[in-house]
């Protein structure tokens, strides 16, 4: 089997042969080559899949487009990008409705759909000229700021060493049952499918996550890899502490790991989480074994063999160990243009002596106060520390007053209530006076975005 998703299952034999005629029928009726772009606006399941791989056999530039989007963002990119096609989830149809470009549902009987050419066998007998795949490319920036593209070339040799140190560290070889719940549009969850299809896993794909509903997939399938973000681990845990209990490997990765949602994973499930951090446009570059996790929970790992970084200050100096600096990366595996470079990640960090590295936060984070530099990761962490805390979020926002203030945004666990005075209080002796968040807001619930992260935006109209 290759894929099963909520409509059904393909075994890789019928994968292969659907997205060949696929691919057959867009070059034959839409005229698709290597010359040619196309936007895919879907969530994870197997059209987008054989959408993918047919028009990779056509040569095509493909980009994957946050489902997530306003329909204003996607018509902005869509005046600074001629797209020759676009290939979308039929209830996404409303947000493309302005854009001038040929449109294909990816289902629907009332529509030229991709499930309909999925099945049409007049372009069995045509023959396909060779042709080097296109660019893949997925969109930075999130659903917010300036959108960029990263892009880039498949090839075996730019996948290899990242490829082999998840075969390394993960040993993934050994394992056949993958849930990759991460869309496809993010870097790391389209990193997971071409990992996975490379190893001819078993994927099993979600449209949207949900806790319960994961929760009783990667029971019900016997699921050996779960690609998560550390939000969706966090509320599969919340809704069953045994949710994660029959997986050999927990792969994290696309936001920030919390040193106390590791030390939950270790004492609920044991040695399974592994940490992933990279950028968009870098690539994977850093990991984290359960071993290194048990060792500094709050360690995001060491460098990957293939991969230079640095860590600098704001002369461009390299600081010495222990000492703070901005993360910038190198690998051959950089989206295109920015190969044998190095790339800022946009991440204060630390090195220690043994090689282990450690987020103190953004760049755009960190706040001078009291002559101090001070990390919201920091304060964080001391909040977290609070036995009925489940979740803390601190960030810096503009103050007309102060120039910068920390804001703090704290869940409480399951059955308890608790004030902002009582916690304020509380870090008096865990922080310094210059961490100390003016603001703490008590939010029922963390509110999240499709990728799993804390939607931060959410978050910030709660002030105002």
């Keep these: 089997m290759a894929i099963k998703d909520e409509k059904g299952e393909l075994t890789y034999r019928e994968l292969y042969s659907s997205s060949l005629l696929l691919a057959k029928y867009l070059s034959h009726n839409f005229s698709l080559d290597n010359k040619k772009k196309v936007a895919i606006l879907c969530r994870n399941h197997s059209v987008s899949v054989q959408s993918l791989l047919a028009l990779s056999r056509l040569g095509a530039d493909v980009v994957f487009l946050n489902v997530e989007m306003s329909r204003a963002q996607i018509e902005s990119i869509f005046k600074s990008v001629s797209f020759n096609l676009i290939i979308h989830d039929e209830n996404l149809e409303d947000k ?74 993960v040993e993934l070889d050994k394992y056949n049952r993958v849930y990759i719940a991460v869309p496809f549009f993010h870097g790391y969850g389209l990193a997971s499918l071409t990992v996975s299809l490379i190893l001819s896993s078993e994927m099993y794909l979600t449209e949207k996550f949900k ?154 984070d960190m706040i001078v106060s009291g002559g101090e530099n001070v990390y919201p990761i920091d304060v964080e962490n001391a909040l977290i520390a609070h036995p009925e805390l489940e979740r803390a979020v601190v960030f810096a926002i503009e103050d007309k007053d102060f120039g910068k203030r920390l804001v703090a945004f704290v869940e409480p666990k399951s059955g308890f209530e608790l004030k902002s005075e009582i916690l304020k209080e509380w870090l008096i002796n865990k922080v310094a006076r210059y961490q100390m968040p003016q603001q703490i807001i008590i939010v029922d619930s963390m509110p999240m975005t499709a990728i799993g992260k804390l939607d931060l935006i959410a978050l910030i109209k709660l002030l105002y």
Aim: aromatic share 6%; net charge positive; with cysteine.
């Design 96 to 169: 493309i409705t302005l854009v001038e470009c040929t449109k294909i549902p990816c289902s629907g009987v009332q529509h030229n759909s991709i499930e309909t050419m999925l099945n049409d066998r007049s372009v069995d007998d045509l023959k396909l000229c060779k042709s080097k795949s296109g660019n893949i490319s997925v969109l930075t920036g999130g659903t917010s700021g300036k959108v960029k593209f990263a892009k880039r070339k498949p090839s075996i040799m730019s996948l290899a060493m990242p490829f082999f140190a998840l075969l390394n560290k």
């Design 211 to 364: 806790d319960e509903k994961s929760i009783s997939l990667i029971k019900e399938e016997g699921i050996e890899v779960a690609i998560l973000v550390p939000t969706m681990i966090s509320r599969m845990l919340d809704g069953d502490s045994n949710a994660l209990n029959s997986t050999s490997s927990v792969l994290s990765g696309g936001a920030p790991l919390g040193a106390s949602l590791v030390e939950r994973v270790i004492e609920n499930v044991g040695d399974v989480l592994y940490n992933l951090y990279g950028i968009s446009e870098a690539g994977f570059s850093v990991i984290a074994t359960p071993a290194d996790l048990r060792k500094y929970s709050s360690t995001i790992g060491k460098r990957i063999k293939g991969v230079s970084l640095h860590l600098l200050n704001s002369s461009d100096e390299h600081v010495k160990r222990d000492e703070v600096g901005v993360l910038s990366i190198r690998s051959a595996w950089s989206m295109t243009g920015t190969k044998n470079k190095y790339v800022s990640t946009g991440d204060f960090g630390t090195m220690n002596s043994e090689g282990y590295l450690f987020l103190k936060g953004r760049v755009g």
